[in-house]
C-alpha cells in the first residue's frame, strides 16, 4: 500500500543541508568540509486533521508495511496539493527518499474521526 | 395551533410545572470540526459534539395552600446548587420545557443546574434566575416536532 493520498490540512517543509562539517579554529577562522554532493535530511512534517478513521488507519497500516522508519517511499502528488511553485521544490531532494522520522500520531476527536500527524524526513 | 406566546409557556419539574415561571430559553449548539485542506478556498466541516445550555427565571414564590398538588415550587430547583455539601449525580433533574401546552412542543432532556441567582430589588418580584447545562441528549419524544 502506498503512502494514503490525502491532502494534508497543515504542511511544513524544512530543506535540509548537504553533509558539511564544520571547523572552528583558535583565531575564530571557520573551515566547512563538504562531505557528499546531494542535500539529505529534507523534513516533512503533515497533519490530517480530523479525517475519518478509516483514511487515518491507512497510516497505521502503510507505516507497518514500510516497517516503520526502516524502508523508504514517495510520496503521492496530493500530499503537496495546495502548493503553487514546483511540487519538487518541497519534495525530497533529488537522490533522496522519503521515510517516517517516527510513528504517526492519532489522536481520535469524534467518534469516527481523528486527527494524523506524520513525520518523514528524506534520506539518502 | 397558530402563533405562541409565553402566556402558554412551562417549565416542569417533578412532573408538575415550577409555578410562576417569568422565562426560558434553550440554546442547542453543534461543534463543528473543521475538514479543510491546504488547497481549500472555502470552509468546509464535520459536525461534532452537540450540546445545549438554557436559562430560566423563576418567581420568587411560595406556594399557598392546595397549589403544592399542581405545582413545584421553585425551592426545589433552588436547593439543586444552592445547598449545603456537595453538588454530586444525584442533582441532576429531568426537565421538561413546553412552548404550548401540547407533547409536541415539549423539550425534555436532563440538566445540571450551572447557576442560579437570587435577586431581590425595591419595587419589583423577587426571582431567582437559573442556568442549566444539558448532560446527554434530548429524550426520546422529548424534541418539538
Known amino acids: 500500500m502506498p503512502f494514503p493520498s490525502l491532502v494534508p490540512s497543515a504542511r511544513a ?6 553533509p558539511i562539517k ?7 577562522a571557520e573551515i566547512r568540509i563538504r562531505y557528499g554532493d546531494l542535500r539529505t535530511e529534507a523534513t516533512l512534517d503533515l497533519t490530517f486533521e480530523n479525517i475519518l478513521d478509516t483514511a487515518a488507519a491507512g497510516f497505521l497500516t502503510h507505516y507497518n508495511e514500510t516497517q516503520g522508519t526502516f524502508y523508504t517511499f514517495s510520496l503521492p502528488a496530493n500530499v503537496f496539493q495546495g502548493w503553487t511553485a514546483s511540487s519538487s521544490l518541497i519534495n525530497n531532494p533529488s ?3 522519503w521515510r517516517y522520522e517516527g510513528p504517526p500520531n492519532i489522536t481520535s476527536v469524534y467518534r469516527g474521526r481523528s486527527t494524523v500527524q506524520v513525520k518523514l524526513i528524506a534520506v539518502v | 395551533m397558530g402563533f405562541y406566546t409565553g402566556r402558554t409557556g412551562s417549565l416542569v419539574f417533578n412532573s408538575k410545572p415550577v409555578a410562576k415561571i417569568r422565562d426560558w430559553s434553550l440554546d442547542t449548539t453543534v461543534e463543528l470540526l473543521s475538514t479543510n485542506t491546504i488547497d481549500s478556498v472555502s470552509s468546509t466541516f464535520t459536525p461534532g ?17 392546595g397549589e403544592s398538588a399542581s405545582y413545584t415550587q421553585f425551592t426545589e430547583l433552588l ?5 449545603i455539601g456537595a453538588i454530586t449525580e444525584s442533582d441532576r433533574v429531568l426537565l421538561t420545557l413546553n412552548v404550548g401546552g401540547g407533547s409536541a412542543d415539549d423539550i425534555q432532556f436532563y440538566a445540571y443546574i450551572t447557576s442560579a ?4 430589588a425595591t419595587g419589583e418580584l ?3 434566575p437559573i442556568q442549566f447545562t444539558v448532560d446527554g441528549d434530548f429524550l426520546s419524544g422529548g424534541t418539538i416536532s
Do not use: M, N
Open chain 2, 117 to 120: 441567582q437570587i435577586s431581590v
Open chain 1, 95 to 97: 537522490g533522496a527518499a
Open chain 2, 79 to 83: 436547593a439543586k446548587l444552592h445547598k
Open chain 2, 49 to 65: 459534539v452537540k450540546s445545549a445550555t438554557g436559562s430560566a427565571t423563576l418567581v420568587y414564590y411560595r406556594l399557598e395552600g
Open chain 2, 126 to 128: 423577587s426571582v431567582v
Open chain 1, 22 to 28: 564544520q571547523y572552528k579554529a583558535l583565531s575564530g
Open chain 1, 13 to 18: 517543509f524544512a530543506p535540509g543541508d548537504w
